[in-house]
């Protein structure tokens, strides 16, 4: 949890996943979605770090305060097709579901070692409000959020940029999420000024994170067994940017669940074509492409070394090759053997804007107000063209797309789209910026790593007083 990247600047996964047959899975097919996240974590965290009644105790406080409903409801939208509405926590976000647990659990350990730690978060939208929401109100906790300055919705950016307190700072940076990715990925890899400062990361690196995202794709697959209890095997449509929940549903397949995953991408879609052909490549690939869909328009989803662990079994030179082949060249091509791995549970689909916001219009017309956002309609996109390309028995499955966000933290194109207009108001700190800028030109690095420092030496010598 405190440590972000591996000591040579991989990024960490357990080596090992429990496995659960079918049967034992089906036994907590009554179990809440509290219950679920209890009852998994407990596989992960030994009880001498936190004994199990502490860590129920935990959970439950957590989606209590934070989830006052349903904190994953499932809408249907046609026969087969159903939405998981992962955005009903405080930011509007699926990354609540996860980030909130995340900022308890870092609360827990603190009280237990008496230090500061500072977190450090880049964005490309959705994380850093969700990142804010889950540490602001902690004890000895500072974090740093690096936000995409115009390429992301005013609602995303009054949610980051508009925090009073002290321990919250936050930068619009003049440049894409993959650019800003690059000196907060540095800072956390340097292990010297890391451990020297406390630094840590809740964005996807924070291994940690991704193993509570696992749980979802747990509630998810029982919910749809109650409700057709002869299922074989569920496809769940995700939209996909740097591949964190993706990774985390493919952990969840290792660990026993019967899913097959459809990555749902925009126009930037590295992804895609990796999945589809074993190519990952950045050439003809050189700039980031604004889409409605801010937060998956990512040219490179680091969680891809994640994904070629688990499909390589374990190679971990093969992969440290991979990665190598692709930090030089900008290209590097995976074993045959690797991609029939991969393609086994996963697939992937491009939805370009135009198709996005017509299923957009499609959905709302044909469930009579139902409204997508632009993130969830990529897995619902995704989904028909996998149902109008396939076979009888396809059509006959069952699919949950992911609902990522909220659709008024896209007001604008929601309203461009539909002419209606949704209101949403959470996880906005005011109406006053209390927000940063890096501006082109300037070394951010040296900047963060500049206030990252003051920050620390205060507390230093707060802790002297």
Same mark, same amino acid.
């Given at each position: 949890?405190?440590?972000?990247?591996?000591?040579?600047?991989?990024?960490?996964?357990?080596?090992?996943?429990?496995?659960?047959s079918?049967?034992?899975?089906?036994?907590?097919?009554?179990?809440?979605?509290?219950?679920?996240?209890?009852?998994?974590?407990?596989?992960?965290?030994?009880?001498?770090?936190?004994?199990?009644?502490?860590?129920?105790q935990?959970?439950?406080?957590?989606?209590?305060?934070?989830?006052?409903?349903?904190?994953?409801?499932?809408?249907?939208?046609?026969?087969?097709?159903?939405?998981?509405?992962?955005?009903?926590?405080?930011?509007?976000?699926?990354?609540?579901?996860?980030?909130?647990?995340?900022?308890?659990?870092?609360?827990?350990?603190?009280?237990?070692?008496?230090?500061?730690?500072?977190?450090?978060v880049?964005?490309s939208?959705?994380?850093?409000?969700?990142? $804010? &929401?889950?540490?602001?109100? %902690?004890?000895?906790?500072d =974090?740093?959020?690096?936000?995409? +300055?115009?390429? *992301?919705?005013?609602?995303?950016?009054?949610?980051?940029?508009?925090?009073?307190?002290?321990?919250?700072?936050?930068?619009?940076?003049?440049?894409?999420?993959?650019?800003?990715?690059?000196?907060?990925?540095?800072?956390?890899?340097?292990?010297?000024f890391?451990?020297?400062?406390?630094?840590?990361?809740?964005?996807?690196?924070?291994?940690?994170?991704?193993?509570?995202?696992?749980?979802?794709?747990?509630?998810?697959?029982?919910?749809?067994y109650?409700?057709?209890?002869?299922?074989?095997?569920?496809?769940?449509?995700?939209?996909?940017?740097?591949c964190?929940?993706?990774?985390?549903?493919?952990?969840?397949?290792?660990?026993?669940l019967? $899913? &097959?995953?459809?990555?749902? %991408?925009?126009?930037?879609? =590295?992804?895609?074509?990796?999945? +589809?052909?074993? *190519?990952?490549t950045?050439?003809?690939?050189?700039?980031?492409?604004?889409?409605?869909?801010?937060?998956?328009?990512?040219?490179?989803?680091?969680?891809?070394?994640?994904?070629l662990?688990?499909?390589?079994?374990?190679?971990?030179?093969?992969?440290?090759?991979?990665?190598?082949?692709?930090?030089?060249?900008?290209?590097?091509?995976?074993?045959?053997?690797?991609?029939?791995?991969?393609?086994?549970?996963?697939?992937?689909?491009?939805?370009?804007?135009?198709?996005?916001?017509?299923?957009?219009?499609?959905?709302?017309?044909?469930?009579?107000?139902?409204i997508?956002?632009?993130?969830?309609?990529?897995?619902?996109?995704?989904?028909?063209?996998?149902?109008?390309?396939?076979?009888?028995?396809?059509?006959?499955?069952?699919?949950?797309?992911?609902?990522?966000?909220?659709?008024?933290?896209?007001?604008?194109?929601?309203?461009?789209?539909?002419?209606?207009?949704?209101?949403?108001?959470?996880?906005?700190?005011?109406?006053?910026?209390?927000?940063?800028?890096?501006?082109?030109?300037?070394?951010?690095?040296?900047?963060?790593?500049?206030?990252?420092?003051?920050?620390?030496?205060?507390?230093?010598?707060?802790?002297?007083?």
């Amino acid at each position: 949890m405190f440590s972000g990247y591996a000591a040579d600047g991989g990024m960490l996964l357990p080596r090992d996943l429990p496995h659960f047959s079918r049967e034992a899975i089906h036994l907590w097919k009554n179990r809440s979605y509290t219950e679920l996240v209890s009852e998994i974590l407990a596989y992960f965290i030994h009880e001498n770090e936190i004994p199990r009644q502490t860590l129920k105790q935990i959970v439950n406080a957590t989606f209590q305060k934070k989830f006052p409903k349903d904190p994953l409801p499932m809408v249907q939208l046609e026969e087969g097709v159903w939405v998981a509405e992962m955005f009903h926590g405080p930011t509007g976000a699926f990354k609540d579901l996860s980030l909130c647990l995340i900022g308890s659990l870092i609360e827990y350990f603190l009280s237990k070692r008496s230090r500061n730690v500072i977190v450090v978060v880049g964005t490309s939208g959705d994380t850093g409000s969700s990142a $804010i &929401h889950a540490v602001k109100d %902690v004890k000895n906790v500072d =974090i740093f959020v690096l936000y995409p +300055n115009g390429r *992301i919705s005013s609602i995303q950016e009054k949610q980051m940029a508009t925090h009073p307190e002290p321990n919250v700072h936050v930068y619009a940076v003049d440049g894409t999420s993959d650019d800003l990715d690059v000196p907060c990925r540095n800072v956390l890899s340097d292990i010297e000024f890391r451990d020297k400062h406390h630094l840590v990361s809740i964005n996807s690196p924070n291994v940690c994170r991704i193993l509570v995202q696992t749980i979802h794709f747990f509630y998810i697959y029982l919910y749809i067994y109650n409700k057709y209890p002869h299922i074989k095997e569920l496809n769940i449509a995700i939209p996909t940017g740097a591949c964190g929940n993706l990774t985390s549903g493919y952990m969840a397949y290792l660990m026993g669940l019967p $899913i &097959h995953l459809i990555a749902s %991408v925009n126009e930037n879609d =590295i992804v895609n074509e990796w999945i +589809n052909t074993g *190519i990952f490549t950045l050439k003809g690939r050189q700039n980031v492409i604004p889409t409605i869909s801010p937060a998956v328009d990512i040219l490179v989803p680091y969680n891809w070394e994640r994904i070629l662990y688990y499909i390589s079994n374990g190679d971990s030179n093969g992969v440290t090759k991979c990665v190598k082949d692709f930090d030089t060249s900008q290209f590097a091509q995976i074993p045959p053997t690797w991609l029939k791995v991969m393609q086994k549970t996963i697939s992937s689909y491009t939805v370009t804007q135009s198709q996005s916001q017509q299923t957009i219009q499609t959905v709302f017309n044909k469930s009579k107000g139902y409204i997508l956002d632009p993130h969830t309609s990529l897995a619902v996109t995704s989904v028909y063209q996998v149902k109008e390309g396939s076979s009888k028995e396809k059509e006959q499955q069952v699919f949950v797309c992911l609902g990522t966000a909220h659709p008024g933290k896209f007001g604008e194109s929601v309203k461009r789209i539909l002419g209606v207009e949704v209101q949403f108001v959470k996880g906005i700190g005011g109406e006053v910026s209390h927000c940063a800028h890096m501006k082109k030109g300037e070394n951010w690095e040296a900047i963060l790593r500049k206030d990252i420092t003051k920050v620390s030496q205060s507390w230093k010598q707060n802790s002297k007083l």
